[in-house]
Nanobody, 124 residues
């Protein structure tokens, strides 16, 4: 599975962005999916995840209430809507496909395939 993340950019604090994750080689509808982010000098951290059906979502406390993960299996795409962005949200954002759909959903070790990342920069 090759994942492609897009939608990053430069935005002012308080603004919004929507990230997209698409796949080639296999349909995303077979996988639970997650978004992670990584800032310079920091480990990749969990942001949000969504079940195969889209009926269950998971969020890091730091983004709960501001970010929304969703999926459109017909379009083979997973989204991350990011509102009320803060400078501390600045990072490279990665989408990943979960190895099984069962687990904490919050550990990067549970994810098998990753996209190349898209940079989000939030200015103060």
């Amino acid at each position: 599975v090759q994942l492609q993340a897009s939608g990053g950019g430069l935005v002012q604090a308080g603004g919004s962005l929507r990230l997209s994750c698409t796949a080639s080689g296999r349909t995303l509808s077979s996988y639970a999916m997650g978004w992670f982010r990584q800032s310079p000098g920091k480990e990749r951290e969990f942001v949000a995840a969504i079940s195969v059906s889209g009926g269950t979502t998971y969020y890091a406390d730091s983004v709960k209430g501001r970010f929304t993960i969703s999926r459109d299996n017909a379009k083979n795409t997973v989204y991350l809507q990011m509102n009320s962005l803060k400078p501390e949200d600045t990072a490279v954002y990665y989408c990943g496909s979960h190895r099984s759909g069962w687990g904490t959903m919050r550990s990067r070790l549970e994810y098998t395939y990753w996209g190349q990342g898209t940079l989000v920069t939030v200015s103060s």
